[in-house]
């Protein structure tokens, strides 16, 4: 028997965070660092005090992957190291969401996500 969508998309954000954590201990950087920032990007939720559409506007603007690497890709191109601790803090970040089952929002309600979409 195959192995459910939903099921894999957890399993491949649990990845994310396990390589985002053992990539951050590479660069030495500060746990107490990331344990302060790990859940900023849920201050996105305030997007919803704007409405619905609004709210899953910005949150999945905050928490599609794009953003993060870009922001990881822009550290290293401009030799920007310092940069990078905040960046792999962003994919833990979402990669801890998708392997706890939080995907990106529709418009429609605040619960509805693309994992749930997915069968599991």
């Keep these: 028997m195959l192995t459910p969508p939903g099921v894999l998309l957890r399993i ?8 985002s954590l053992l990539c951050y201990r590479e660069l030495h950087a500060s746990w107490i660092l990331f344990a302060a920032l790990l859940l900023v990007p849920d201050v996105s939720l305030a997007g919803y005090l704007a409405g619905t559409k609004v709210g899953a506007r910005i949150y999945n603007l905050v928490h599609t992957l794009a953003g993060a690497l870009i922001f990881i ?12 601790p905040y960046g792999l803090i962003w994919l833990a970040h979402i990669g801890m969401d998708r392997m706890l089952g939080f995907g990106l929002k529709y418009e429609t309600r605040f619960n ?8 599991v």
Excluded: P, Y
């Design 112 to 119: 509805e996500t693309h994992l749930q979409r997915v069968q």
């Design 12 to 19: 491949e954000g649990g990845c994310l965070l396990g390589i």
């Design 73 to 84: 890709g822009a550290a290293v191109v401009t030799k920007h190291a310092a940069l990078l």
